[in-house]
T-cell receptor, first 112, second 110 residues
Framework: EPEVTQTPSHQVTQMGQEVILRCVPI?????FYWYRQILGQKVEFLVS????????KSEIFDDQFSVERPDGSNFTLKIRSTKLEDSAMYFC??????????FGPGTRLTVT | TQLLEQSPQFLSIQEGENLTVYCNSS?????LQWYRQEPGEGPVLLVT?????EVKKLKRLTFQFGDARKDSSLHITAAQPGDTGLYLC??????????FGQGTRLTINP
């Protein structure tokens, strides 16, 4: 089964600090996504990325968030100045031509 | 944003029983995916349904997409303790983003 990997598995940071969450998508997939899940709530879409640019983003994905795929393999989500309410599980997902999205194991972000 | 409502939210049954989980929306989705999520892990894709009325089977699990592509169901036959988990439906909207339901937490008691 295809596998998406994410690092770190758990990140603790102080409010106002920058964090970078990393994802290694499946190698032949073309579409990449970030989702988040606040404890006890639904999985929420943040952003989709195709052909080295953002194709869609949600209201949550404000100016504090950015994504990039710097080296053709890693796909990163940066939060510039974290807030307490950014604490959540962040999932990376990848899809190929069939558009079926495969999720990574997630990064648990805790902002203190 | 289109919403997906899953029911029931919680279901606890005995091993060997059958069950059905529902996923409903007032909007049409181009396709719908079912996932299973274990605590502290990412959702794992079970199936994608695309065509209205489509039925897909995965061993004891049967997935159906409604004719109007607004709803879907997951039926499990002869449930086993290993089926315990959180089942999520997710509809594809726009540029392939997924809209998730809140999930059905299923517990199968031995």
């Amino acid at each position: 089964e295809p596998e998406v990997t994410q690092t770190p598995s758990h990140q603790v940071t102080q409010m106002g600090q920058e964090v970078i969450l990393r994802c290694v998508p499946i190698s032949n997939h073309l579409y990449f996504y970030w989702y988040r899940q606040i404890l006890g709530q639904k999985v929420e879409f943040l952003v989709s990325f195709y052909n080295n640019e953002i194709s869609e983003k949600s209201e949550i994905f404000d100016d504090q968030f950015s994504v990039e795929r710097p080296d053709g393999s890693n796909f990163t989500l940066k939060i510039r100045s974290t807030k307490l309410e950014d604490s959540a599980m962040y999932f990376c997902a990848a899809a190929g031509e069939a558009y079926e999205q495969y999720f990574g194991p997630g990064t648990r972000l805790t902002v203190t | 944003t289109q919403l997906l409502e899953q029911s029931p939210q919680f279901l606890s049954i005995q091993e060997g029983e059958n069950l059905t989980v529902y996923c409903n929306s007032s909007s049409v989705f181009s396709s719908l995916q079912w996932y299973r999520q274990e605590p502290g892990e990412g959702p794992v894709l079970l199936v994608t349904v695309v065509t209205g009325g489509e039925v897909k089977k995965l061993k004891r699990l049967t997935f159906q997409f409604g004719d109007a592509r607004k709803d879907s169901s997951l039926h499990i036959t002869a449930a086993q303790p290993g089926d315990t988990g959180l089942y999520l439906c997710a509809g594809v909207q726009g540029a392939q983003k997924l809209v998730f339901g809140q999930g059905t937490r299923l517990t199968i008691n031995p």
